[in-house]
């Protein structure tokens, strides 16, 4: 069955530092989310992308973060100067179409900025 | 204003029992309603998706909408241990964004 794989699963550094944090999207997809869950707290929705560009994006997504899809098959966030409240998990998800609403979820990579 | 409230809980019924799950959601552009289930340290799963008043049945599941009173449900029979996780409510506005509540705590007693 496809599924939604990210990389790293943990990634630790340390603040003021950037991190690329990577997923590959099921291959027939169309839309592509970020979503970060800080510990104990609620999955937030940071941006969506379709056809190549940012289609919504949250308040959460400020001039810190930016994504990407370099190739046909990657789909990744960027986090420039990381700070301490950029711990969290953050989860990558796609979606075939719109009209479906169905969401896959990769595992999650755990940030710990130290 | 786009939340989504649950009930933190934490929720404990026995196993055979019946949970009960409840939401609700503050945008009446909401089209589109999710339950998610999360196992701690995981990500989310769905359970089920829907989108106009009344019920929806799968399996032991049964999701409800209500749109006037904004409110959406998720029935759990004869529940089972392993159904012990967190449960996520989602909507979908007419945006291409998600929201997500806080989740309730399941716990089911062997």
């Known amino acids: 069955e496809p599924e939604v794989t990210q990389t790293p699963s943990h990634q630790v550094t340390q603040m003021g530092q950037e991190v690329i944090l990577r997923c590959v999207p099921i291959?027939?997809?169309?839309?592509f989310y970020w979503y970060r869950q800080i510990l104990g707290q609620k999955v937030e929705f940071l941006v969506s992308f379709y056809n190549n560009e940012i289609s919504e994006k949250s308040e959460i997504f400020d001039d810190q973060f930016s994504v990407e899809r370099p190739d046909g098959s990657n789909f990744t966030l960027k986090i420039r100067s990381t700070k301490l409240e950029d711990s969290a998990m953050y989860f990558c998800a796609s979606l075939s179409s719109v009209g479906t609403d169905t969401q896959y979820f990769g595992p999650g990579t755990r940030l710990t900025v130290l | 204003q786009k939340e989504v409230e649950q009930n933190s809980g934490p929720l404990s019924v026995p196993e055979g029992a019946i949970a009960s799950l409840n939401c609700t959601y503050s945008d009446r552009g909401s089209q589109s309603f999710f339950w998610y289930r999360q196992y701690s340290g995981k990500s989310p799963e769905l359970i089920m998706s829907?989108?106009?008043?009344g019920d929806k049945e799968d399996g032991r599941f049964t999701a409800q909408l209500n749109k006037a009173s904004q409110y959406v449900s998720l029935l759990i029979r004869d529940s089972q241990p392993s159904d012990s996780a967190t449960y996520l409510c989602?909507?979908?506005?007419?945006?291409?964004?998600?929201?997500f509540g806080t989740g309730t705590s399941l716990t089911v007693i062997p």
């Open positions: 291959s027939n997809h169309l839309y």
């Open positions: 829907i989108y106009s008043n």
């Open positions: 989602a909507v979908r506005l007419h945006s291409n964004q998600f929201y």
